[in-house]
């Protein structure tokens, strides 16, 4: 019988472990659930300026002649804000330029509803002077959840 008393409690640690190891490996796994919604979140992001990116050029290669001869038709600054009053291309027969016109607020409207805080830039290449090509630069720059500082994605084309 001495045995037996000297015995209680000891099935009471061994939960107590179990448990205390379990509750670890639970937050572990929080943890990690997190980590991943987050890196799931910004992947999301990128491949949205990735694609938001590749639309712009597609919309540049439909307008190509304007694209070559009128360059500042398709550069956009940073400081460019969505025009208010453009003509509907979807709708009517419009002229070069204001496919233009038309491309740019259309892009920049989804860049809006896509990218959180998103800017974006067309810029000519000095590349491509005098040659049947011009070289653009297309960036967009969003503010990013997991980093302070703003991602910057540049893609170069030749149109």
Same mark, same amino acid.
């Given at each position: 019988?001495?045995?037996? $008393?000297? @015995? ?6 061994e939960v107590l472990v179990a448990v205390l190891v379990l509750a *670890? ?11 991943? +919604? ?13 694609? +938001? ?9 439909? $307008?190509?002649?304007q694209v070559r001869e009128q360059v500042s038709t398709y550069t ?8 208010? #009053? *453009?003509?509907?291309? @979807?709708?009517?027969?419009? $002229?070069?330029? @204001? ?14 509803? *896509? +990218? ?14 005098? #040659? ?28």
């Amino acid at each position: 019988m001495a045995r037996i $008393n000297a @015995q209680r409690g000891a099935g009471l640690i061994e939960v107590l472990v179990a448990v205390l190891v379990l509750a *670890v490996g639970l937050l572990g796994l929080a943890g990690l659930q997190t980590q991943s +919604l987050r890196f799931n979140n910004e992947a999301y992001f990128r491949t949205q300026a990735s694609l +938001l990116v590749m639309d712009m050029a597609d919309r540049m290669r439909t $307008n190509m002649e304007q694209v070559r001869e009128q360059v500042s038709t398709y550069t956009i600054e940073k400081t460019d804000t969505v025009p208010v #009053t *453009v003509r509907s291309c @979807q709708t009517s027969v419009c $002229n070069a330029s @204001q496919l233009a016109e038309f491309d740019f607020q259309q892009w920049r409207q989804r860049v809006d509803q *896509v +990218l959180p805080g998103a800017t974006v830039e067309v810029k000519p290449d000095s590349a491509g002077v005098g #040659t049947p090509w011009r070289g653009f630069t297309i960036t967009i720059e969003y503010e990013s959840t997991d980093s302070p500082t703003p991602q910057v994605l540049s893609y170069r084309v030749r149109i």
